[in-house]
């Protein structure tokens, strides 16, 4: 019986980014506004070390430019993210779906939401953890459309709060 080596694993190459001058930083920036797609794609993936996101090309200008700086100038220092998230976690309770809802599109707690729906008037009300319809509590908006109608819908767009064209 003969005994096999134990395999090594190989790590990745570790990724890493370029330096920025803070002499740089403001041309730099310039350059984001003139760059193509395809240029802010390629600096995405210079900056990030990863694929760029299917986002809109103001997104891709906007992550670029904080990174740019990032690097540049330093980011927050790590008392600076704990007290960010914890002043998050007192907003939110730690409720991960309130916390991908922006605050200034959330309507404000207590809030009453009418929308009638084949002759029935409906009453939404916005609780500190979500919303309440018909005595539960429910997570979403869309959760209570689609209770009220049967179907999927876009829980703001089916109670008027936003339109068609928002994002």
């Given at each position: 019986m003969t005994r096999s080596k134990p395999k090594r694993v190989e790590q990745p190459p570790a990724v890493t980014f370029p330096t920025i001058q803070k002499q740089d930083v403001l041309g730099r920036l310039a350059d984001l506004k003139t760059a193509s797609t395809v240029e802010l794609k390629d600096q995405w993936r210079s900056l990030f070390g990863a694929e760029p996101p299917p986002y809109s090309r103001k997104f891709l200008e906007s992550r670029l430019s904080y990174?740019?700086?990032e690097i540049s100038f330093g980011g927050l220092r790590p008392e600076?993210?704990?007290r960010l998230e914890a002043l998050g976690e007192q907003i939110d309770g730690k409720n991960i779906t309130l916390r991908r809802i922006r605050q200034d599109q959330r309507p404000l707690t207590g809030t009453r939401l009418l929308r009638e729906w084949k002759g029935v008037e409906h009453v939404v009300t916005v609780t500190r953890d979500g919303y309440e319809w018909q005595g539960r509590p429910y997570q979403s908006?869309?959760?209570?459309a689609r209770g009220i109608a049967g179907t999927r819908w876009n829980g703001p767009l089916f109670f008027g709060l936003r339109t068609r064209g928002d994002a």
């Amino acid at each position: 019986m003969t005994r096999s080596k134990p395999k090594r694993v190989e790590q990745p190459p570790a990724v890493t980014f370029p330096t920025i001058q803070k002499q740089d930083v403001l041309g730099r920036l310039a350059d984001l506004k003139t760059a193509s797609t395809v240029e802010l794609k390629d600096q995405w993936r210079s900056l990030f070390g990863a694929e760029p996101p299917p986002y809109s090309r103001k997104f891709l200008e906007s992550r670029l430019s904080y990174r740019i700086q990032e690097i540049s100038f330093g980011g927050l220092r790590p008392e600076t993210v704990a007290r960010l998230e914890a002043l998050g976690e007192q907003i939110d309770g730690k409720n991960i779906t309130l916390r991908r809802i922006r605050q200034d599109q959330r309507p404000l707690t207590g809030t009453r939401l009418l929308r009638e729906w084949k002759g029935v008037e409906h009453v939404v009300t916005v609780t500190r953890d979500g919303y309440e319809w018909q005595g539960r509590p429910y997570q979403s908006l869309s959760a209570i459309a689609r209770g009220i109608a049967g179907t999927r819908w876009n829980g703001p767009l089916f109670f008027g709060l936003r339109t068609r064209g928002d994002a």
